[in-house]
């Protein structure tokens, strides 16, 4: 099966291919040139219209649900909701995200995504690459909507019994560093190469500091749920603006950070280091209304998911708004904005050779979107997932 796109205005990672082709083969991309090299014969021939651009997949890290599904649903049928459901923002992959809840709970979940990679997750919906494992070794003061009579202490025995439920697919773990057994527990992630993010936590700056130098590489939904930037003490999130190494997730809705915050943390960060995500609760694609979260009310109302007491719950967030919020909060260019992404979150989970940018011999993951940020067609490891009205 050969599928090919004509007439392309190309993302690539330095680059912007004016008048081009991709040429897809067997899941992955198998050219890249300028129309006057293309093939004239392919299974199938996308021709796009003026104004339609080909970006690299969105690859989320950090969400929960999505068309009324959820990852602690404990179903694989959830999960496949949710495969199927975000190739129409864009996203070709996504960790699935636990959050605080009994460890039974927790188990059973980590049981139905290892079933699910066994039993299915074919191209042609967005890939579960994994699971982002957030708390329950988290800080009481911090919690948000994670339930407070679940969390935790760190516990590597613990993790070692859910990831090995999970068929070891932990790819990312959001912990508290200044809680008991916090330490430890980053070394062992460290030495298993699982990344370890800091989030939900009270951490001063220099226990901060210090949980970055034994292996913290990322920032949980930076600024929410985190010690803040304070003039005499920058807290967690200023060691993770301040150090290289780590990377920061952003839920850029405009509602769990403001615009100027965030463009003043890519103006610290830059855009190599920033990470997109959603964080979206099932409620995402749904209509206004009451929603579950781990067993708490959850009131959607336009862009917002608030617990009763008025706390943020996850977003109902889509990729491809969150790239047009940047674009439009930061002024940078959509070039910039994508690395946030799709290269930076492949490069982050260490799969960038596959994945991230439209390079011969990745995965075809592929969006086509209008210069509205409008998804028309999504192709998920060279297989159209999602093919809009208009294509």
Same mark, same amino acid.
């Given at each position: ?7 392309a ?9 004016? %008048?081009?082709?991709?040429? =897809?083969?067997? *899941? ?8 006057e090299n ?5 299974d ?14 969105? =690859? ?43 460890? #039974? %709970? ?12 066994? *039993? ?15 708390g $329950? ?5 911090? #919690?948000?909507?994670? $339930? ?27 912990l508290?560093?200044?809680? $008991? ?5 980053i070394?062992?992630?460290? %030495? ?9 936590t ?21 600024? *929410? ?13 200023g #060691? ?32 190599e ?8 609760m ?9 929603y ?42 959509l ?8 290269? *930076? ?5 260490n ?17 086509i ?23």
């Amino acid at each position: 099966m050969t599928l090919l796109i004509q007439n392309a205005t190309i993302y690539q990672e330095n680059a912007i291919l004016q %008048n081009g082709y991709i040429l =897809i083969k067997d *899941n992955q991309i198998k050219e890249v040139g300028l129309m006057e090299n293309s093939p004239q014969h392919a299974d199938e021939i996308i021709t796009l219209k003026e104004g339609q651009l080909v970006l690299p997949g969105f =690859i989320d890290i950090h969400i929960h649900g999505a068309a009324g599904a959820d990852a602690m649903d404990s179903t694989e049928e959830a999960l496949r909701i949710m495969a199927k459901e975000l190739p129409k923002e864009g996203t070709t992959s996504f960790l699935a995200t636990t959050m605080t809840q009994d460890p #039974a %709970n927790i188990n059973k979940a980590l049981q139905a995504i290892k079933s699910f990679k066994i *039993n299915g997750n074919p191209a042609g919906e967005t890939e579960m690459l994994g699971v982002h494992l957030e708390g $329950p070794f988290i800080s009481p003061s911090k #919690a948000g909507a994670q $339930p407070l009579h679940h969390i935790k202490n760190a516990d590597v025995d613990l993790f070692k019994e859910w990831n090995e439920s999970s068929g070891n697919a932990i790819k990312l773990v959001t912990l508290a560093p200044e809680q $008991p057994g916090a330490k430890e527990l980053i070394k062992h992630l460290r %030495n298993s190469n699982i990344i370890c993010s800091m989030g939900h936590t009270n951490a001063t700056y220099e226990q901060a500091s210090e949980a970055i130098e034994h292996g913290i590489s990322n920032a949980t939904h930076l600024f *929410n749920q985190m010690t803040g930037l304070h003039h005499r003490d920058i807290g967690a999130a200023g #060691a993770a603006l301040l150090h290289d190494q780590v990377f920061v997730e952003m839920i850029a809705d405009g509602i769990h950070i403001s615009p100027e915050m965030i463009k003043l943390a890519l103006k610290v960060k830059g855009t190599e280091k920033a990470i997109l995500i959603t964080d979206a609760m099932r409620a995402k694609g749904m209509a206004d209304g009451q929603y579950d979260l781990g067993g708490q009310e959850v009131t959607v109302t336009g862009d917002e998911a608030r617990l009763a007491d008025g706390t943020l719950a996850g977003s109902i967030l889509k990729m491809n708004d969150a790239i047009k919020n940047v674009c439009h909060f930061t002024g940078y260019s959509l070039q910039e904005v994508v690395q946030m992404a799709s290269v *930076n979150p492949a490069k982050q989970l260490n799969i960038y050779d596959q994945k991230g940018s439209i390079v011969v011999g990745k995965d075809a993951d592929l969006v086509i979107m209008d210069t509205n940020f409008n998804v028309s067609t999504t192709i998920c490891r060279g297989k159209i997932a999602y093919r809009g009205e208009e294509q």
